[in-house]
């Protein structure tokens, strides 16, 4: 651990004596004060600015260049006018433009932020750290965000309702917005004060001017914002909206004779409820009965070789809306004791068949409901509560027409309690989570946890101007459950603690419950100047388990970091800005084991031109891994160095596209990566735009596991060289009639190629050289009859031990055709037409032979989806 502690202080303090050079730039802060429409009739939003209502207030510009090139004057200038009554907030935006022809009125879906735009941040809470964003584009789209950790999150997942209407002058463009206050969150006060933010782009320089100034080495965005006063004797607006739905689902599939569950089709009618209800003006109770996530996005296509769970975004409304308010990401990177996918996955039951027999399994779980209590107080505090009831699932399997259901998934009950309180007037905070996991075990569900509960604790403090911080947190989990569930958790790739050289774990299979700890503390300097620095330590105790409702990818670890940037700001004639990086990272298990350390340049650039270079190289010089032999001995693996190189061009022309590399190398030629990207978006009209992410990655590994089989009472852990092929494409069409109207296509063929060869066994796993970490078989000892590999290691002509033939070839097709109609604000009718197919093809073919026979040449399964819903606002 001596070499751990000396790592950490000489690397973040050689950082430290570099940064030391000058302090957050003091800007004052502009006020803007508003007046009511009093006795005149409010405004029609229509985009022109002659309503009575304008005269009550005056208009303020004077704006700032924010970027490219910060505190000079725009190159054309801007002003607004903010009003207010009873229920609305009304803003007004006069854009002056002197190359009327160079407007930009690009249509996009909402939140697609394309073309010329205005946009005003409200800070009602005034904690100086959350916002409400509104942007409206010239072409009248609509675009709004919940901002949150002083400017680093900014959340499009809130669809507040609201109004906006644009129009086209002789002297440029002007803006009405209506707001109403309902769908912000502020406290009752006499006079509100509120953090005031207006912004504007332009889109063909590149040039966003801001009302309030911020330096660009400011520490925060939502800290630094202006105030908005003269809010007089408004009242918070209770919010109350209710969204029912109806689903029309039909779904067309290949027949399979003989299989009842896939006679060619099926049909579905369903509803459900969605509603919205403000208990107070700052706390708002959602719920969700049967909801239906049909139109969302189909997840990516993925295949993983090392064991570990795969990490999908969060894409279905009810979940990702005030997602920052449950987040607690507590170490580093996706572990999280917070994963909603978790909430309706596909059930964990996996019924045996007999010959003759088929099944019908449920692919996700019911949710019956759900309910989430969230908002902020003006008192600064963060309050967070959801709650989720997912029903019984069983699979129906027919045996020669006699049906019978066997349950995969129990009636649980999921819940997540946070809170979070401001102090020391913002700059500080303290929170805490809470989550359960229950379920109502029964039949043959044994092998899943009763009962999972974890809580943490998290702090923040920043000071001098919020340049500098020091944040941490401490969880702790428990699980409990039958013997078998609990040696489950312990042998899961997770945990391991079946390992056979550990020391300080053993697996123990009477257990029936499990209690772990983790946490993080990190300290650094996060504006100010052009250094900004972080360091600190992570760590997860064998024990800990947050898989039930939370993300965690590996326990037993304790993690070392130092970061240091250098940020280069005021632009010259040839770059924008530039962003270097030096890390510094080392990592023990909690035996003391010495497992990585790692070395981490990035850097990138944005040119005067608004193109943009990515560059980042790793080294390893030390690489150990418990999990890599699953239950088998630690592994070394061979010195490591990686190089990534993305580049790309001007995302304002009708057509732009990046273009990157990866490439890794181990040592002694044990392991090489190489992965290309090509990625262009071409938009011809304004209403129309093509995009596509192609990939294609070559993996090569001498030491790839395969299979543990017993010899002699010894155990073989069985490798082999991989030769791994990956191909994606992600294809995307919108066409948008109007903002409201719109039509979108999303595909995905995606496939992986595994072949196999040289297979070898573990010789000794921590030798320094890979001629001695494993022994190769020789082509007398292995052997292949069909798909079955015999290995006969003494050649006394008797197979020792067999494994399966480890080839592979996995191809998957995954398409959404989405017309999305918001026919009036807030409701909306989904016409959803998906294809998909999942299948696998021989590893003998060349991608391009697999493609065409697996996905062009197949029938698809097919859904055809008709969702409305209605909102009602009371």
């Known amino acids: 651990m001596l070499k751990f502690s ?16 000058s302090a957050n730039i003091q800007v004052p802060k502009r006020v ?8 005149k009739k409010s405004p029609i939003i229509d985009g022109h600015l002659t309503d009575d209502a304008w005269q009550n207030s005056e208009w303020q510009g004077d704006f700032v260049e924010w970027r490219p090139d910060e505190n000079t004057t725009p190159t054309q200038p801007t002003k607004f006018k903010i009003i207010y009554d009873d229920k609305f907030l009304y803003i007004a935006f006069k854009c002056y433009d002197s190359e009327l022809d160079k407007i930009e009125k690009r249509l996009s879906r909402r939140d697609g932020f394309q073309g010329d735009w205005v946009e005003i941040n409200i800070d009602s809470y005034n904690d100086k750290r959350t916002a409400f964003s509104f942007t409206f584009t010239v072409a ?9 950790e002083n400017g680093s999150s900014w959340d499009s997942s809130w669809n507040p309702i609201w109004y906006g209407s644009s129009k086209l002058d002789e002297e440029g463009w002007t803006a009405e917005l209506k707001i109403p206050f309902s769908q912000l969150k502020f406290g009752d006060a006499a006079e509100q004060i509120w953090g005031l933010q207006v912004k504007r782009r332009i889109f063909r320089e590149e040039e966003r001017s801001i009302w309030q100034r911020i330096p660009l080495e400011s520490s925060g965005y939502v800290s630094e914002f202006g105030e908005l006063r003269g809010l007089r004797n408004i009242k918070p607006q209770k919010q109350l909206e209710i969204q029912p739905f109806v689903v ?6 290949p027949k399979e004779p003989g299989n009842p569950y896939r006679d060619g089709s099926d049909f579905d009618l369903n509803g459900g409820l969605d ?23 189909a997840d990516p296509g993925a295949i993983v070789l090392d064991g570990f769970q795969i990490f999908f975004k969060e894409q279905r409304p009810f979940f990702v809306e005030n997602k920052n308010i449950f987040d607690y990401e507590f170490a580093s990177g996706q572990d999280n004791l917070f994963y909603s996918r978790r909430i309706g996955r596909n059930p964990h039951g996996r019924p045996q068949l007999q010959d003759g027999e088929f099944i019908d399994v449920p692919k ?24 989720s009831v997912t029903g019984k699932m069983y699979a129906e399997i027919d045996s020669n027409g006699e049906k019978r259901d066997e349950l995969v998934e129990p009636l649980t009950n999921y819940l997540v309690a946070r809170a979070q309180k401001d102090f020391n007037n913002r700059n500080s905070y303290v929170g805490a989570i809470f989550t359960s996991t229950n379920r109502r075990l029964e039949d043959n569900l044994d092998f899943l946890r009763e009962s999972a509960v974890s809580a943490g604790v998290d702090f923040k ?13 401490v969880v702790a989990s428990t699980v409990s459950g039958s013997k078998e569930s609990i040696a489950r958790t312990q042998k899961s790739i997770t945990h391991l603690f079946n390992r056979v050289d550990a020391g300080h774990i053993k697996l123990d299979e009477n257990r029936t419950s499990l209690t772990g700890t983790g946490g993080k503390l990190e300290f650094g300097k996060a504006g100010g100047g052009n250094w900004r620095y972080e360091g600190g330590v992570l760590w997860y105790s064998p024990e800990l388990e947050l898989n039930d409702i939370g993300f965690l990818r590996q326990a037993d670890k304790i993690t070392q970091f130092a970061e240091v940037q250098r940020l280069y700001l005021k632009p010259t004639s040839f770059y924008r800005n530039i962003r270097l990086q030096l890390g510094q990272y080392s990592t023990f298990d909690f035996e003391g084991n010495y497992n990585r350390m790692a070395y981490e340049f990035s850097g990138n650039i944005s040119y005067k031109n608004n193109w943009w270079t990515e560059v980042e190289a790793t080294y390893n010089p030390v690489f150990y891994s418990n999990a890599h032999l699953r239950s088998g001995p630690r592994w070394r693996f061979a010195k490591e160095g990686g190089l990534a190189l993305f580049a790309g061009s001007d995302n304002r022309k009708k057509f732009y596209s990046t273009m990157g590399f990866v490439g890794n190398r181990g040592a002694e030629n044990t392991f090489t990566y190489n992965r290309y990207v090509f990625r262009f978006t071409y938009q011809p009209i304004d209403a129309f735009s093509l995009s596509m992410d192609n990939e294609f990655s070559t993996e090569n590994s001498k030491t790839q596991y395969i299979a543990q089989r017993t010899i002699n009472g010894a155990t073989r852990y069985v490798l082999g060289e991989i ?7 992600s294809i995307r069409l919108n066409y948008n009639l109007n903002p409201n109207l719109s039509l979108q296509y999303y595909g995905q063929p995606f496939i992986s190629r595994g072949r196999y060869s040289k297979f070898n066994y573990v010789a000794d796993p921590t030798a320094s050289s890979i001629d001695n970490r494993i022994a190769l078989y020789s082509d007398s000892q292995i052997t292949k009859t069909g798909d079955v590999y015999s290995v006969d290691e003494d050649l006394d002509s008797a197979s020792d031990y067999e494994f399966e033939d480890p080839d592979f070839s996995f191809v998957q097709f995954r398409s959404n055709l989405v017309l999305r109609w918001e026919y009036i604000p807030g409701s909306e009718i989904f016409l959803v037409w998906s294809q998909g197919l999942t299948g696998d093809a021989n590893p003998s073919d060349a991608l391009g032979r697999s493609l065409n026979q697996q996905i062009l040449d197949r029938k698809k399964d097919n859904t055809l989806l008709l969702k409305a819903t209605y909102r009602f606002i009371l």
């Open 140 to 148: 009248g789209v609509k675009g709004d965000e919940f901002i949150s």
């Open 248 to 253: 029309n689902q039909y779904d067309s599939y």
């Open 461 to 473: 403090h920043n000071w001098k101007n919020r340049e500098y911080y020091i944040e941490g947190n």
């Open 32 to 39: 803007y004060t508003t007046n009511s429409v009093e006795n």
């Open 275 to 297: 509603a919205k209800i403000g208990i107070t003006n700052d706390l708002t109770l959602d719920l969700t009965v049967n909801p239906d996530f049909g139109q969302v996005e």
């Open 6 to 21: 000396l790592t950490s202080v000489i690397v973040f303090f050689t950082f430290s004596l570099f940064s030391q050079e």
């Open 723 to 729: 030769d791994q092929k990956t191909f994606s494409s």
């Open 364 to 387: 996700n779980t019911t949710i019956l409901g759900a309910a989430k209590f969230s908002g902020k107080t003006k008192s600064g505090w963060s309050l967070g509560l959801l709650e």
